[in-house]
């Protein structure tokens, strides 16, 4: 399996997407987001997407260089749209507002409509939280998307609707990114493409039955992916609920109704300043103090220490650093046969 | 089993609470808080609370009439010393400031400590949605009540660290208000005094073991209680460090480190005023939506219909309206008892 450095897969990244029109500041920011994607582990949101993000540009659903404008303004909060550039580069735009409003008012809460897909949701909160911020965040489909099922039913109505949240932490910020279902579709579609089963929990059948064969889930006719919490599916399902209003409903882009709507990430970041309410030194004593105790729970059986929220992370990024990030072929074949037909050349 | 209306026993919670100490506007939302509790079906957090308040009361550990000083604030955030008062009372003082920020700036950030328990976190935003808000909430124990095991992990290093949301909806609010474990303690108790099973999946021994052994929570040695997530409870955990942190850290009074420390909740809210970020038409249209939506889903198999996050409370307090609040023999003989020891008599 070919292996790169970060550098070289961002390098060329950002040349493809220049080369799609993007500004040259939003290049940098896309290819940026998609190498540190391969990075931290999450290749299914690293340049595995740039095939599917190069047809959108060209079907006019993304607008490279789209400005991002303000629709209404408080001190401390703000409604943007995207002018459905790159998810990337409005996310950013987003989060940085936010940081100027909380550095100044204590809070911002932004929300955001006509963007596209911004990736992973946990690299727009750690970029806060590296500014010493505490983000929590969420993001919708603008009402597509419809793979989860609520509790009790037996289709999908709702997407995989995902919250974050990170701050700073002892060495490293603490970085929560979760889906409110099981599972992501992605690792559905490689178990059914495997000809693999899917464990038992994660879906239901087109009658509401529990499933384990990943083609269920597409039909036809389909099935549905579970709001995650197993026996209490209902506290999953009461979050995914939470995500999409907060999501869809404050920005007016839409919550969950239609398989066919436009489909887009509203966004929901609200980022505040620890230092509007205690002294940085509290702050820094209890959330140390509270990584050290949850640290110092013994291993349960099958388990060799306990990770903090993100840590894997980190763990896969200060791996792939030293060791390269491996990319599968296909993939790599993919990534040069788009760069080349929008006439992007280069030898790794 | 006796049966009571709502407001009877809202009227001898709040003589109790005038007996106890409470200046009379705060007995009667501390009285008004409990009664609500039974009559949404959460008898856990209702009059069987009293005989424990009344002790605190004596103790020393909660102070009736406490004042709430406001330590920090900016425009559209606030840190409060809750006094040590009852939770309930602090926790309404925290939620209508937060309103007032949120309607003149779009947002109020509340965080507070030094409060007693507040009883059901979904109260408090329950009356910021009746305002027309958006409201998240989340408490921790101010660092103690080390219940739930971290993920991977084989001992009680969290507390039960709830958050709560609730939002202005079609018919009535929707409100989420969910523990991050699996479950409260109190249900393992009940089963355990009840000489019953746990489901499986609830709980863990002392080894990190799954078990269905109640008694295996609270040996010696203990146990502990899973964060919610089944196969996926790293998502609980997840959640449950996020709430500890928002709790805890930004309001200083502690993350959960110790069994032992002074005993409180220490309180976050995030209030919005959707009108700040679109008009009331367009949110009403889109929180409608997504609820026809997800009732639209047809019952899985052992369910007749879709409940939204909330709905079964409702329906708990539309039916205890008509047909009165039952209250058990053991409790209500325990409730008089309580109250004849301070002064307090009545016939019901």
Known sequence: MPTFTFEQIRGVAVQVFAALGCPPDEAEIVGDALARANLAGHDSHGIIRVEQYARLVKEGSIVPGGPTTTERETACTALLDGGWNFGQVVARRAVELGIRKAREFGSGTISVKQSNHLGRLGEYTLMAAQEGMLCTATVNN?????????FGGSDGRLATNPISFACPGPDRPIVVDITTSVVAEGKVRILKNAGKQAPEGWLIDSNGNPTTNPQDLYGPPPGAILPFGGAVGHKGFALSVMVDILSGALSGAGCSHSSTCRLGNAMFFHILDPEKFVTRDEYDHWVSTLQTHIKGSPPAPGFSE?????????????????????VDDVTWQQFKACAAGIGVQFEL
Do not use: C, K
């Open 142 to 150: 603008h009402g597509r998307g419809n793979l989860v099922a609520p």
């Open 306 to 326: 306990i990770l903090m929220p993100g840590e894997p992370e980190f763990r896969t990024e200060d791996r792939r650093r030293r060791d390269g990030i491996p």
